[in-house]
Protein backbone atom coordinates (compact mmCIF):
# COMPACT_ATOMS: atom_id res chain seq x y z
CA UNK A 1 0.00 0.00 0.00
CA UNK A 2 1.74 2.94 -1.39
CA UNK A 3 1.43 6.85 0.33
CA UNK A 4 3.81 8.83 1.75
CA UNK A 5 4.42 7.67 6.06
CA UNK A 6 4.25 11.08 8.56
CA UNK A 7 4.15 11.44 12.03
CA UNK A 8 1.00 12.76 13.86
CA UNK A 9 0.17 12.67 17.50
CA UNK A 10 -3.24 11.10 18.94
CA UNK A 11 -5.34 13.64 20.19
CA UNK A 12 -8.39 11.21 21.18
CA UNK A 13 -8.82 7.69 21.23
CA UNK A 14 -12.63 6.87 20.45
CA UNK A 15 -13.64 3.66 20.70
CA UNK A 16 -11.83 1.93 17.48
CA UNK A 17 -10.99 5.60 15.95
CA UNK A 18 -8.41 7.98 16.90
CA UNK A 19 -8.36 11.29 15.96
CA UNK A 20 -4.68 12.01 14.79
CA UNK A 21 -3.08 15.62 14.50
CA UNK A 22 0.12 16.00 11.29
CA UNK A 23 3.12 17.73 11.51
CA UNK A 24 1.62 20.12 9.27
CA UNK A 25 -1.75 21.00 11.72
CA UNK A 26 -4.47 18.56 10.06
CA UNK A 27 -6.64 16.75 12.17
CA UNK A 28 -7.47 13.51 10.84
CA UNK A 29 -9.60 10.55 12.53
CA UNK A 30 -8.48 7.16 11.35
CA UNK A 31 -9.39 3.21 12.38
CA UNK A 32 -6.80 2.35 15.19
CA UNK A 33 -4.24 -0.17 14.35
CA UNK A 34 -2.95 -1.00 17.90
CA UNK A 35 -4.86 -1.88 21.01
CA UNK A 36 -2.35 -0.05 22.45
CA UNK A 37 -2.61 3.33 20.95
CA UNK A 38 -2.68 5.98 23.66
CA UNK A 39 -3.88 10.30 23.70
CA UNK A 40 -0.50 12.24 23.33
CA UNK A 41 1.08 9.08 21.82
CA UNK A 42 3.32 10.08 18.88
CA UNK A 43 2.15 7.56 15.60
CA UNK A 44 2.75 6.42 12.49
CA UNK A 45 0.38 7.70 9.83
CA UNK A 46 -0.18 6.60 6.03
CA UNK A 47 -1.71 9.35 4.39
CA UNK A 48 -2.96 8.03 1.37
CA UNK A 49 -4.13 4.47 2.90
CA UNK A 50 -6.08 6.26 5.21
CA UNK A 51 -7.99 7.98 2.61
CA UNK A 52 -8.62 5.15 0.67
CA UNK A 53 -9.85 3.22 2.87
CA UNK A 54 -12.17 5.65 4.14
CA UNK A 55 -10.97 4.89 7.69
CA UNK A 56 -9.31 9.03 7.80
CA UNK A 57 -11.45 12.49 7.02
CA UNK A 58 -10.26 16.15 7.78
CA UNK A 59 -11.59 17.35 10.99
CA UNK A 60 -12.97 21.31 9.58
CA UNK A 61 -11.17 23.77 11.61
CA UNK A 62 -14.20 24.22 14.28
CA UNK A 63 -14.31 20.49 15.02
CA UNK A 64 -10.44 20.99 15.55
CA UNK A 65 -10.45 23.80 17.69
CA UNK A 66 -13.24 22.24 19.78
CA UNK A 67 -11.15 19.47 20.42
CA UNK A 68 -8.15 21.19 21.19
CA UNK A 69 -10.33 23.65 23.81
CA UNK A 70 -12.50 20.80 25.46
CA UNK A 71 -11.24 17.15 24.76
CA UNK A 72 -7.26 17.29 23.70
CA UNK A 73 -6.04 16.10 27.47
CA UNK A 74 -2.30 14.83 27.06
CA UNK A 75 -2.55 14.67 23.59
CA UNK A 76 -3.02 18.80 24.16
CA UNK A 77 -0.26 18.68 26.87
CA UNK A 78 2.27 17.12 24.20
CA UNK A 79 1.66 19.29 21.47
CA UNK A 80 2.38 22.29 23.76
CA UNK A 81 5.46 21.04 25.42
CA UNK A 82 8.13 23.06 24.58
CA UNK A 83 11.21 20.84 22.65
CA UNK A 84 13.32 23.85 22.02
CA UNK A 85 13.53 27.79 21.97
CA UNK A 86 15.14 30.30 19.57
CA UNK A 87 16.33 33.39 20.11
CA UNK A 88 16.28 36.70 18.25
CA UNK A 89 17.93 39.07 19.18
CA UNK A 90 18.58 42.48 17.63
CA UNK A 91 17.83 45.22 20.29
CA UNK A 92 14.31 43.72 20.74
CA UNK A 93 14.69 40.53 22.74
CA UNK A 94 12.54 37.81 21.87
CA UNK A 95 12.53 34.33 22.63
CA UNK A 96 10.47 31.41 20.60
CA UNK A 97 9.80 28.43 22.50
CA UNK A 98 8.42 25.42 19.47
CA UNK A 99 7.17 22.20 20.17
CA UNK A 100 7.43 18.46 18.74
CA UNK A 101 6.04 19.69 15.49
CA UNK A 102 9.00 22.44 15.09
CA UNK A 103 5.88 25.09 15.14
CA UNK A 104 6.20 27.88 17.62
CA UNK A 105 3.67 27.56 20.70
CA UNK A 106 5.06 30.10 23.29
CA UNK A 107 6.26 33.96 22.56
CA UNK A 108 8.52 35.77 24.69
CA UNK A 109 9.33 39.70 24.58
CA UNK A 110 11.82 39.85 27.15
CA UNK A 111 12.49 43.69 26.89
CA UNK A 112 10.18 46.17 26.11
CA UNK A 113 11.53 46.60 22.79
CA UNK A 114 10.79 42.71 22.40
CA UNK A 115 7.28 43.43 23.54
CA UNK A 116 6.44 46.48 21.14
CA UNK A 117 7.36 44.19 18.18
CA UNK A 118 5.47 41.33 19.55
CA UNK A 119 2.82 43.44 19.51
CA UNK A 120 3.31 44.68 15.54
CA UNK A 121 4.60 41.15 14.53
CA UNK A 122 0.82 39.87 15.50
CA UNK A 123 0.53 35.91 16.15
CA UNK A 124 3.15 33.91 15.67
CA UNK A 125 1.90 30.99 17.76
CA UNK A 126 1.80 27.34 15.41
CA UNK A 127 3.86 29.08 12.97
CA UNK A 128 6.88 27.36 11.33
CA UNK A 129 10.37 28.82 13.15
CA UNK A 130 11.71 30.26 9.68
CA UNK A 131 7.89 32.06 9.23
CA UNK A 132 7.89 33.49 13.11
CA UNK A 133 11.76 34.77 12.23
CA UNK A 134 10.47 36.89 8.99
CA UNK A 135 7.52 37.90 10.91
CA UNK A 136 9.57 40.00 13.73
CA UNK A 137 12.05 40.97 11.20
CA UNK A 138 9.00 42.83 9.58
CA UNK A 139 7.85 44.13 12.28
CA UNK A 140 11.58 45.41 13.86
CA UNK A 141 11.64 46.98 10.18
CA UNK A 142 8.19 48.84 11.04
CA UNK A 143 8.92 49.60 14.16
CA UNK A 144 12.29 51.02 12.92
CA UNK A 145 15.10 48.79 14.56
CA UNK A 146 16.01 47.62 11.70
CA UNK A 147 16.52 50.14 8.38
CA UNK A 148 17.15 50.65 5.06
CA UNK A 149 20.51 52.41 4.27
CA UNK A 150 22.18 50.40 7.59
CA UNK A 151 23.96 47.50 8.45
CA UNK A 152 21.57 45.50 10.51
CA UNK A 153 23.09 43.24 13.15
CA UNK A 154 21.10 40.43 14.50
CA UNK A 155 21.94 37.72 17.11
CA UNK A 156 20.46 33.56 16.90
CA UNK A 157 20.79 31.01 19.20
CA UNK A 158 18.39 27.64 19.05
CA UNK A 159 18.30 25.10 21.42
CA UNK A 160 17.04 21.77 21.70
CA UNK A 161 14.99 19.19 19.04
CA UNK A 162 16.34 19.56 15.84
CA UNK A 163 18.48 22.33 16.85
CA UNK A 164 20.29 22.75 13.71
CA UNK A 165 17.73 22.34 11.03
CA UNK A 166 15.40 25.58 13.35
CA UNK A 167 18.72 27.39 12.89
CA UNK A 168 19.14 26.94 9.47
CA UNK A 169 15.18 27.82 8.85
CA UNK A 170 16.08 30.57 10.97
CA UNK A 171 19.31 32.16 9.09
CA UNK A 172 17.12 31.34 5.45
CA UNK A 173 14.08 33.73 7.11
CA UNK A 174 16.87 36.65 7.78
CA UNK A 175 18.77 36.07 4.28
CA UNK A 176 15.30 35.64 2.35
CA UNK A 177 14.07 38.98 3.95
CA UNK A 178 17.61 40.43 2.85
CA UNK A 179 16.75 39.49 -0.72
CA UNK A 180 13.19 40.23 -0.75
CA UNK A 181 13.93 43.94 0.86
CA UNK A 182 17.49 44.91 -0.17
CA UNK A 183 18.16 45.46 3.71
CA UNK A 184 21.37 44.60 5.10
CA UNK A 185 22.62 42.65 7.84
CA UNK A 186 25.05 40.65 9.56
CA UNK A 187 24.29 37.99 12.17
CA UNK A 188 25.53 35.46 14.29
CA UNK A 189 23.93 31.87 14.67
CA UNK A 190 24.74 29.14 17.15
CA UNK A 191 22.97 26.57 18.33
CA UNK A 192 23.30 25.17 22.34
CA UNK A 193 22.45 22.31 23.99
CA UNK A 194 19.27 22.31 26.26
CA UNK A 195 21.34 22.82 29.55
CA UNK A 196 23.46 25.26 28.26
CA UNK A 197 20.01 26.86 27.57
CA UNK A 198 18.54 26.53 31.03
CA UNK A 199 21.29 27.53 33.17
CA UNK A 200 22.20 30.56 30.66
CA UNK A 201 17.89 31.22 31.01
CA UNK A 202 17.99 31.58 34.92
CA UNK A 203 21.16 33.62 34.91
CA UNK A 204 19.63 36.05 31.80
CA UNK A 205 16.50 36.66 33.59
CA UNK A 206 18.25 38.48 36.78
CA UNK A 207 19.18 40.91 33.60
CA UNK A 208 16.36 40.69 31.64
CA UNK A 209 17.44 39.62 28.41
CA UNK A 210 17.92 36.56 26.37
CA UNK A 211 19.86 33.83 26.85
CA UNK A 212 20.97 34.45 23.05
CA UNK A 213 22.49 37.66 24.50
CA UNK A 214 23.92 35.95 27.48
CA UNK A 215 25.83 33.94 25.45
CA UNK A 216 26.79 36.74 22.98
CA UNK A 217 28.31 38.83 25.88
CA UNK A 218 30.26 35.72 27.36
CA UNK A 219 31.48 35.83 24.04
CA UNK A 220 32.84 38.87 23.96
CA UNK A 221 34.07 39.22 27.23
CA UNK A 222 36.32 36.18 27.20
CA UNK A 223 37.88 38.00 23.46
CA UNK A 224 38.05 40.88 25.43
CA UNK A 225 40.12 39.23 28.44
CA UNK A 226 42.27 37.29 26.35
CA UNK A 227 43.21 40.69 23.96
CA UNK A 228 44.38 42.17 27.43
CA UNK A 229 46.27 39.16 29.01
CA UNK A 230 48.14 39.04 25.63
CA UNK A 231 48.13 42.58 25.70
CA UNK A 232 50.04 42.43 29.09
CA UNK A 233 51.99 39.26 28.82
CA UNK A 234 49.76 36.45 29.88
CA UNK A 235 49.83 38.70 33.46
CA UNK A 236 46.68 39.26 34.95
CA UNK A 237 44.48 41.63 32.62
CA UNK A 238 43.56 45.60 33.01
CA UNK A 239 40.26 47.51 33.07
CA UNK A 240 38.39 44.09 33.30
CA UNK A 241 35.59 43.72 35.09
CA UNK A 242 33.95 40.69 36.79
CA UNK A 243 32.04 39.14 34.12
CA UNK A 244 28.86 39.95 36.66
CA UNK A 245 29.63 43.97 36.30
CA UNK A 246 30.22 43.94 32.66
CA UNK A 247 26.78 42.28 31.77
CA UNK A 248 24.97 44.53 33.78
CA UNK A 249 26.79 47.43 32.60
CA UNK A 250 26.65 45.98 28.75
CA UNK A 251 23.06 44.32 28.71
CA UNK A 252 21.02 47.26 27.48
CA UNK A 253 23.14 47.94 24.78
CA UNK A 254 21.67 46.93 20.98
CA UNK A 255 23.50 43.55 19.24
CA UNK A 256 24.94 46.37 16.81
CA UNK A 257 26.91 48.01 19.77
CA UNK A 258 28.04 44.72 21.14
CA UNK A 259 29.33 43.49 18.25
CA UNK A 260 31.07 47.14 16.45
CA UNK A 261 32.42 47.84 20.55
CA UNK A 262 34.12 44.65 20.78
CA UNK A 263 35.32 43.79 17.28
CA UNK A 264 32.69 41.11 17.00
CA UNK A 265 30.29 40.90 13.73
CA UNK A 266 32.77 41.12 10.72
CA UNK A 267 31.15 37.67 9.34
CA UNK A 268 32.75 35.06 7.22
CA UNK A 269 30.04 35.62 4.70
CA UNK A 270 28.40 38.09 2.20
CA UNK A 271 25.71 38.00 -0.03
CA UNK A 272 26.60 40.51 -2.75
CA UNK A 273 23.59 42.52 -3.54
CA UNK A 274 19.78 42.13 -3.70
CA UNK A 275 19.01 39.22 -6.07
CA UNK A 276 22.61 37.98 -6.39
CA UNK A 277 23.71 34.45 -5.30
CA UNK A 278 24.63 33.82 -1.97
CA UNK A 279 29.03 34.02 -1.82
CA UNK A 280 29.21 32.33 1.87
CA UNK A 281 32.30 30.80 2.91
CA UNK A 282 31.11 30.32 6.75
CA UNK A 283 29.61 27.08 8.10
CA UNK A 284 27.71 25.52 11.42
CA UNK A 285 29.87 22.32 12.31
CA UNK A 286 27.23 20.48 14.34
CA UNK A 287 28.28 19.08 17.26
CA UNK A 288 26.49 18.62 20.79
CA UNK A 289 29.31 20.13 22.86
CA UNK A 290 28.39 22.80 25.34
CA UNK A 291 29.73 26.06 23.74
CA UNK A 292 27.45 25.36 20.38
CA UNK A 293 28.03 26.23 17.11
CA UNK A 294 28.44 29.19 15.64
CA UNK A 295 28.58 30.86 12.30
CA UNK A 296 29.05 34.41 11.25
CA UNK A 297 27.58 35.89 8.15
CA UNK A 298 27.03 39.57 6.66
CA UNK A 299 24.39 38.97 4.22
CA UNK A 300 24.46 42.01 1.81
CA UNK A 301 27.19 44.55 2.71
CA UNK A 302 25.83 47.38 4.69
CA UNK A 303 27.52 50.49 5.94
CA UNK A 304 28.21 51.55 9.39
CA UNK A 305 26.40 55.03 9.40
CA UNK A 306 24.98 53.74 13.15
CA UNK A 307 21.17 54.13 11.58
CA UNK A 308 19.11 50.99 12.65
CA UNK A 309 19.52 48.60 15.33
CA UNK A 310 18.17 50.95 18.22
Known amino acids: ?31 KESQSARVGQEISVRSEKAGRKGTARRLTALAASFLLFFGAGAGGYAYYAPKGYVDVDINPGIELDYNMFDKVIRVTGVNGDGEDV ?65 LQFTYTAETGTM ?60 VKEIMQTFNRGNGNGTLKDKGNEEDETGDVIDSNDETGNEESGNPGKGNSSGKGNK
Open 195 to 254: EKYKAFKAEAAGLEITPGKLNLLKKVYGENEETERNRNGDTEPLGIKPFADFAKGNKDLS
Open 1 to 31: IGGDVVKGIVMEVDGKDLVVMKKNGEFIKMK
Open 118 to 182: LETAGNLKNKGVGTAVKMILEAAEEKEFIKDGSENFVNLLVSGRNKSENLEKAKNAIKNYHAETG
